[in-house]
């Protein structure tokens, strides 16, 4: 069964960082793309970074210089390191891998991250 656990959030006051973690137990994991999606409340839910499995990444342009995607295939883990964290990055965060080729399209529980002072 696929599963994707998730870890790393929380309540961080702005300006702060957390980092976010998301396990995969997928073995086609490294011949997946990756990315973390967030979903505010009141909002549609939106992609917030990609890592492609040949390590290509791309960003929203509200976390350009913030947020860092990475993965380690070895682990079948991937990573989200968020910094300056602002009030606006409230949401809820979800991690998803994807391979449509391979029938994969996988999604985490999510992880509350909250940033209030």
């Known amino acids: 069964q696929v599963r994707l656990v998730e870890s790393g959030g929380g309540l961080v006051q702005p300006g702060g960082s957390l980092r976010l973690s998301c396990a995969a137990s997928?073995?086609?994991?490294?011949?997946?793309?990756t990315h973390w999606y967030r979903q505010a409340p009141g909002k549609q839910r939106e992609l917030v970074a990609s890592?492609?499995?040949?390590?290509?990444?791309n960003y929203i342009d509200s976390v350009k210089g913030r947020f860092t995607i990475s993965r380690d295939n070895a682990k079948n883990t991937m990573y989200l390191q968020m910094n300056n964290l602002k009030p606006d990055d409230t949401a809820v965060y979800y991690c998803?891998?994807?391979?449509?080729?391979?029938?994969?399209?996988?999604w985490g529980q999510g992880t509350q991250v909250t940033v209030s002072s």
């Open positions: 998803n891998v994807r391979r449509i080729a391979l029938r994969i399209d996988a």
């Open positions: 997928i073995s086609e994991f490294s011949v997946s793309d």
């Open positions: 890592i492609t499995r040949g390590g290509i990444t």
